[in-house]
């Protein structure tokens, strides 16, 4: 079985950066795409970043310009957050696809990690 642990989250002032990691463990046969969800109190989850493990990346628009999500060793991700501000303030996910698939379609999920951003 695979889990996905995260780390790195927190409580930092607007306007600071924050970085988030996951790291896949247990039986991994192969992880395709990996990346970040959040959910805000009272919204919905939404997502924020990914890579394919080709290594391309792509954004949603709340990260674009802002956020940069990357790759290691094919079962690591990261999330490197600049300029926050206090939207940004929700549970982050990491979240992955085994296999082939769509991010959208992710079948491994962390337990989620705070941030919370403070004005």
């Known amino acids: 079985q695979v889990r996905l642990e995260e780390s790195g989250g927190g409580l930092v002032q607007a306007g600071t950066s924050l970085r988030l990691s996951c790291a896949a463990s247990g039986r991994i046969f192969r992880i395709g795409v990996m990346g970040w969800y959040r959910q805000a109190p009272g919204k919905q989850r939404e997502l924020v970043a990914f890579?394919?493990?080709?290594?391309?990346a792509r954004y949603s628009d709340i990260a674009k310009g802002r956020f940069t999500v990357s790759r290691e060793n094919g079962t690591m991700v990261s999330l490197q957050m600049n300029s926050l501000n206090v939207e940004d303030t929700a549970v982050y996910y990491c979240?992955?696809?085994?296999?082939?698939?769509?991010?959208?379609?992710?079948?491994?999920w962390g337990q989620g990690t705070q941030v919370t951003v403070s004005s």
């Open positions: 890579v394919t493990d080709g290594g391309l």
């Open positions: 979240a992955a696809k085994s296999g082939a698939g769509a991010i959208e379609a992710s079948d491994l």
